[in-house]
């Protein structure tokens, strides 16, 4: 008889992390022959910047997603469940709906959550909300999470022995690329010195930090080159979910200022050095990365971002906040160079630092390239997943 498992996850577009991850994954991942996987999309928005919003068509899109799940339940009937949890009110309770309609099918789930805030989340929530998460997260039998030290987000609502670790990886494809690159990067002069920011253009991803610290640099006369990629994110709703205080409240109190500044720099031809490239994907990615020499993320909040560890693909050094898997995975000075979030001066600093010894960077990416080779494959990540999947624990504290 063959194992069922269904995945109810959401898959690009939009272009966002768990996302991509997710569809990395999945394409990679070989299962044994008794067991069949039956993927389900659990996609709500197909913009990043209405995620999180709670109205009439995210009602009735999530709404036609969970019918979709329990019809696939009702004609598949697995025996295994695996979803991606949200920290979001409006994806939580997508997500707890799920999580009830693949219990009332006598399925074991196994959730995972891409992120490092799911504490606060759960502090901040309402007395009947906070009684919801509990209620849910008792319904699981593993959840995974992208680093060890990421257990404590759960403490209290989850028993430790529940949580298992999955730490994220990178394609063979980027890998490959970025071999290429390396070779190349070893002649290059670093002149000036480019810096990548690759991601949401938002205030939670730190774009804020690094426009208000790029700009002190070019008052310091520096010679510097920023390339800018991603999507604008600014969505007061969408973007409060991810920020803590105090950010959380100069967010709320400033946030059209912010916006506006964020567009006007990203837009602004008389600010010299900068270049917007939009969304990109594939190829386009991959050439940003090949031009740049150091990979900046100032992130108010992280689980483990794939796109870092593309970046150590290609070889870059790193500019990265301490925050979720981060801390565990890299090591500074060897890794990247770690700021303060919402911090800008500490971000000129580490910029400076290394305008000063661009030969820093090469050192650092080389250190990052072996790194990614050694650990961080898709194919050992895919690996552990059939793992956790087939053989996660089956007795329930």
Known sequence: MKKKVIAFVPLPPPPAGPEIATQAM?????????????????????????????????????????????????CFRPQKAYLLVNPSKAGFLRDAAAIFIARLFFCKVIAHYHGSHFHYFYKTSSCWFRFLIRITLRQLHVMIVQAERLKNIFSGLLFESRLSVLYNGVSDACLERGKT???????????????????????????????????????????????????????????????????RQFYVDHSLQIHHEILEFVQNRTISGIEYHGIVEGEQKYLLFEQADVFVLPSHTEGFPNVVLEAMAFGLGLIVTPVGALPEVLQEPDNAYFVEPGNSDSLVRQMNGLLAQPSICFEMGMKNRKLVEQKYQMQLTARKFSELVLNWRETRS
């Open 26 to 74: 999945l394409n990679v991942l070989s299962l044994p022959h008794d067991c069949e996987l039956r993927v389900v999309k659990a996609n709500v928005r197909t913009s990043n910047d209405r995620k999180g919003n709670f109205d009439r068509e995210g009602i009735f899109r999530a709404g036609k997603s969970l019918l979709n799940l329990f019809f696939h339940c009702l």
């Open 181 to 247: 690159a390396v070779a190349l990067r070893k002649a290059r002069k670093r002149d000036p010195v480019t810096f990548l920011f690759l991601g949401h253009i938002s205030f939670a991803k730190g774009f804020y930090d690094l426009m208000s610290a790029y700009k002190k640099l070019i008052e310091q006369g520096k010679k510097i080159r920023l390339l800018i990629a991603g999507d604008f994110i600014l969505n007061l709703k969408t973007q409060v979910e991810f920020l803590e205080r105090p950010y």
